[in-house]
């Protein structure tokens, strides 16, 4: 009887104390060692099942804990890595953003003292143009003084120069005898023999130019006859123009008046343009000091210079035809003395 009574409480005590094993979330039941003999085979079982279905689930949430554990300290030293990284992609940064502004501050800088170069090199460089006007502006009035001293001059020499007649072909040495002066009196004798007598005709000086002789040289020198008056002059050369051929002792000699230099090529610059005039009948003159004169339509027409002329030709057509070609061979000459200056 007491061993059922005791079955009988422990039957008690094991529905007070049991619950049902389907409930996966109760905590598993404490049994004392009494309860343990007292349990039947089946139940036994039953409850090892349980301890091992729990041991496995304690074990697998173990596992799914350290997993965890292990994937939070995985991803700690991830976002640690990343925060270190990202630390020092930050001091990167920092550091070259520092030097971006100081790089910038060196270009304004830089800049800035460039602008400044700038503005002292525009300022010297307009200094320089001023002073370069300058220069332009008193070379040009040096020119043009030079110009106005040049003309003066050439006009001097031709007003010392217009009494002269210059005599072209006597050999060097024949002046021993008698002298230039004796020289031209034989001149005007063979030649003018009335105006040999013409006592008026005073010669005050004559000379040969250039001064020395030049033995290399084939031709002798000028002889400068200088009269008293231009009207003398004037006289002796228009009797020369009509008798053309003049000698000394049997010799072709020639007498022409005695310009300057400038004056001279000036009258050269008249030649070919008054032999296509005298080829056609217009009666060129070369005037003093340097004026071309020929008869155009019954009228007597004067010009000073080249353009004036070109400026006539251009209104005359059958004139304009008759100097075509050498008006033409005048501007190519001109245009390739200019290119060559």
């Not at 001023?130 to 006009?155: A, C, T, Y």
């Not at 001064?211 to 200088?226: A, L, Y």
């Not at 300057?260 to 005039?277: G, M, P």
Request: charge should be positive; glycine fraction near 4%.
């Amino acid at each position: 009887m007491p061993n059922n009574k005791r079955k009988n409480q422990g039957s008690k005590n094991k529905e007070v104390t049991m619950k049902p094993s389907n409930e996966k979330d109760t905590p598993i039941q404490d049994y004392e060692d009494d309860d343990i003999e007292e349990m039947q085979e089946a139940d036994f079982k039953k409850l090892i099942r349980t301890l091992r279905s729990s041991q496995k689930q304690i074990l697998e949430l173990h596992k799914s804990l350290m997993d965890k554990i292990e994937n939070l300290s995985r991803e700690n030293e991830i976002l640690r890595r990343n925060q270190n990284e990202t630390k020092q992609l930050v001091q990167q940064e920092t550091g070259i953003v520092t030097e971006v502004k100081n790089s910038i501050d060196q270009m304004k800088n830089t800049i800035e003292s460039l602008t400044n170069r700038m503005g002292e090199a525009e300022e010297r460089i307009s200094d320089l143009e001023d002073r370069e006007q300058e220069r332009i502006q008193s070379d040009q009035r040096k020119e043009e003084e030079i110009r106005i001293l040049k003309h003066i001059v050439g006009n001097l020499q031709d007003t010392i120069k217009k009494p002269n007649i210059r005599v072209l072909g006597v050999p060097e040495g024949m002046e021993r005898e008698k002298g230039l002066e004796g020289l031209f009196s034989e001149i005007l004798a063979e030649n003018f023999p009335g105006l040999e007598k013409d006592r008026e005709i005073l010669v005050q000086e004559a000379h040969r130019t250039p001064n020395k002789h030049d033995q290399k040289r084939s031709s002798p020198r000028h002889v400068v006859i200088k009269l008293s008056t231009v009207k003398h002059k004037e006289k002796i050369l228009k009797c020369a123009r009509e008798k053309r051929q003049i000698t000394l002792r049997g010799s072709p000699i020639r007498l022409t008046a005695d310009f300057s230099s400038k004056t001279l090529q000036a009258r050269r610059e008249w030649r070919d343009i008054a032999q296509v005039l005298r080829e056609n009948n217009c009666q060129p003159r070369i005037l003093y000091p340097a004026k071309l004169s020929f008869v155009n339509e019954g009228e007597i027409k004067t010009f000073h210079s080249k353009q004036k002329l070109k400026e006539f030709v251009a209104t005359r057509p059958a004139l304009q035809k008759m100097l075509k070609d050498v008006l033409h061979t005048e501007t190519k000459k001109h245009g390739h003395q200019y290119e060559r200056r």
